[in-house]
């Protein structure tokens, strides 16, 4: 895109809002204190904080008043990707800035919290309360011998009781790890049993759609499954009582104990989230309490502009980063909204409903959503009082330039609309909201403080205006410490550093216009990107091929142009099997029930066979490419195939698509 065609914005803030944001107020402060740019706007602040980045991330403590129990030598003693050290010698607590407003007696009874179900009521949690269940917690689980670096598993909804789980974790030092109820028992498996918990958070079920989901026999196989265990705690969602052997929510709850904030390393583990698991079992990454604490203060803090005045709402659940993402908004004294329940009950409308109840001034959804709104024919200020509502952000695919278009049309003609982009791996964004920046169509608005991004060609070199790989050529502090199990880093390194030595290659395809702006084209891995929930291939592998009708399965996931999400698993059949309806009903439920609702694929399509490289791994991304429109010859090096043939019957596929 060239800056002869640059389009009019769609919308711009106006100087009262760029003078009230809080990164204007950061830049005029750090151009005092620490030499930034105080002219040049956003533009000259972001080059400043890439070249000066030490400077930069002290600057960011000191705003925020980070609370360091010891100081920090330097901050960042080595900038070595991967490897970077930040902060040495700093101690600190996540926990105890999370909750540090409540110290304030003119908020402690404030709203931290706001739970809302499906009925759609919400419900307030104060600062106070919430201090006081994180207190008791905290002291029940060193009374369990928790100990810093120990892991604590949780298997719950978007509930208040998991944001006080995850608060005490980290108030003890231990490390915490969650996945979502409606995850099979298998998928739950597959990542916590790497990093051996040693106490579990278990609800007996949620209620979804409308309907209660039991979970008892599901958490029942966990139990059995991870020896490491040395307590359960039961969440009694549905009513019911806690297993024999479980301890009881209310019970290790109801003291009133004053909160102790372990002091632990600036590195020191906060949590394991987990890659989608493409090839293999998926990857254990661990983020630091304080590289966690620092990102998310300027994301939250800088890019979404939240402050104690808001109410920040994002629906997610609790196995995606953006769970992790939305309870970080504590530390900036902001009111969090968990919704716990389908985003679409009881009618496609639902999140807009929640916001209005609410009153949320930043509303997170996905792309998708946004689409399934627009496609439903929903109106959301006309049905709904949205006046709070400042900003709009979207992420888990990109928005198409049709969702601007709506949500500018259909909830605010002055909206702040911020499509963002991250990723699980730094559980953060790497480009997208700034409250300063005008908002062109279908495109991000600028790359985040601190964050050098490019979009490089495969030889490393920069481009400008073109499609390229997503780089970051910087450490990021909230980069993962490492991968769990991962002794010698190498599957580490082999994960993002692989093609581009020294720079962190992300998987995204990305074009960087010439005004500073970011479209991204979707994955250029084979991730599974549905409603914003990440899962690998190799997941659906291994529940579809226990069937005995399957031989061998490829599921591909596309980004469509429209915004829409074509998710095909194709099935290589054992001789004499048929494609009836009743096998494709089977397969579908071994999906729903062993690893994710949001996975059943979208169409079950018989095929000859499955091609492989020459190493025999399934061809996954050569197969994307040709179902959106490559030509074989570009889409794959025909001398790395075990057989050519078949893959001119995904080309044919894409012809009679389109």
């Known amino acids: 895109m060239t800056s002869a065609e640059n389009p009019a914005p769609l919308w711009q803030p106006d100087p009262d809002r760029i003078a009230a944001a809080r990164i204007t107020r950061f830049q005029a402060w750090a151009a005092e204190r620490h030499g930034a740019p105080a002219e040049g706007g956003y533009a000259a602040l972001h080059r400043w904080s890439v070249d000066e980045l030490e400077t930069f991330w002290r600057a960011v403590a000191d705003w925020f008043d980070v609370r360091f129990s010891t100081p920090y030598e330097r901050v960042l003693a080595d900038p070595a990707m991967p490897g970077a050290q930040w902060f040495p010698g700093a101690t600190l607590n996540y926990a105890e800035h999370a909750l540090r407003t409540a110290e304030d007696p003119a908020r402690a009874q404030d709203a931290a919290l706001l739970h809302v179900d499906e009925t759609h009521e919400p419900t307030p949690i104060s600062w106070s309360e919430l201090r006081r269940q994180v207190g008791a917690l905290a002291a029940e689980l060193r009374a369990l011998g928790v100990r810093p670096g120990d892991r604590i598993g949780a298997y719950l909804p978007n509930i208040p009781q998991a944001v006080t789980a995850l608060l005490a974790t980290a108030a003890v030092g231990a490390v915490w790890t969650s996945c979502a109820p409606d995850f099979g028992a298998r998928s739950v498996l597959d990542r916590f049993q790497q990093v051996e918990p040693v106490v579990l958070f278990t609800v007996d079920g949620y209620r979804y759609g409308g309907k209660e989901h039991d979970r008892t026999e599901a958490v029942a196989e966990l139990r059995r499954e991870l020896p490491t265990l040395r307590a359960v705690i039961h969440i009694p969602l549905l009513g019911t009582e806690a297993p024999d052997g479980a301890l009881d929510w209310s019970a290790v709850t109801s003291g009133d104990t004053e909160p102790v904030f372990e002091q632990v390393p600036f590195d020191h583990p906060l949590w394991v989230l987990y890659s989608s698991g493409t090839t293999g079992l998926p990857k254990p990454i661990v983020q630091s309490q304080g590289g966690i604490l620092l990102e998310h203060f300027k994301q939250l803090g800088l890019h979404c502009d939240l402050g104690p005045e808001d109410r920040f709402f994002w629906y997610s659940s609790t196995g995606w980063m953006m769970w992790n993402f939305l309870v970080s908004g504590l530390l900036t004294g902001t009111t969090v909204v968990l919704y716990d329940g389908s985003p679409g009950y009881p009618d496609t409308g639902a999140q807009w409903r929640i916001a209005e109840h ?26 709904h009082d949205l006046s709070r509502i400042k900003c709009v952000a979207t992420t888990g695919s990109p928005l198409p330039p049709d969702g601007f278009r709506w949500l500018h049309d259909e909830v605010a003609d002055d909206l702040w609309i911020a499509s963002v982009s991250g990723g699980t791996d730094v559980c953060s964004c790497f480009a997208g909201a700034v409250p300063t920046l005008p908002v062109h169509i279908g495109e991000l608005q600028a790359a985040c403080l601190g964050t050098d991004l490019q979009s490089w060609d495969p030889q490393g070199k920069p481009l400008i205006g073109e499609v390229g790989e997503l780089v970051v050529t910087n450490p990021m502090p909230s980069m993962p410490i490492r991968f769990w199990n991962d002794p010698d880093g190498s599957r580490y390194r082999e994960s993002y550093f692989e093609m581009f030595p020294g720079a962190w290659r992300h998987g995204d395809w990305i074009t960087i216009t010439d005004r500073g702006s970011v479209v991204i084209h979707g994955r250029s891995d084979s991730t599974l990107n549905r409603q914003g929930v990440r899962m690998g291939s190799a997941d659906i592998y291994e529940a579809v091929e226990r069937l005995p009708e399957i031989r061998e399965s490829l599921v591909i996931g596309l980004e469509e142009p429209d915004g829409g999400y074509w998710m095909p698993l194709f099935v290589h059949l054992t001789e004499g099997a048929v494609l009836d309806d009743g096998l494709r009903a089977r397969i579908k439920q071994t999906i729903r029930e062993q690893l994710s609702p949001r996975h059943v694929p979208d169409d079950i399509i018989e095929v000859p066979g499955v091609p492989h490289t020459l190493t025999g791994k399934r061809i996954e991304v050569p197969v994307k490419r040709l179902l959106q429109g490559t030509a074989l010859a570009k889409a794959v090096n025909p001398g790395s195939v075990d057989n050519l043939e078949l893959l001119r019957f995904y080309e044919d596929i894409a012809r009679e698509r389109g």
Not at 366 to 379: E, G, I, L, P
């Open 358 to 383: 609410t009153r949320a001034t930043l509303f997170g959804t996905s792309a998708a959503y946004v689409m399934a709104c627009r496609k439903a024919d929903v109106h959301p200020a006309r049905d």
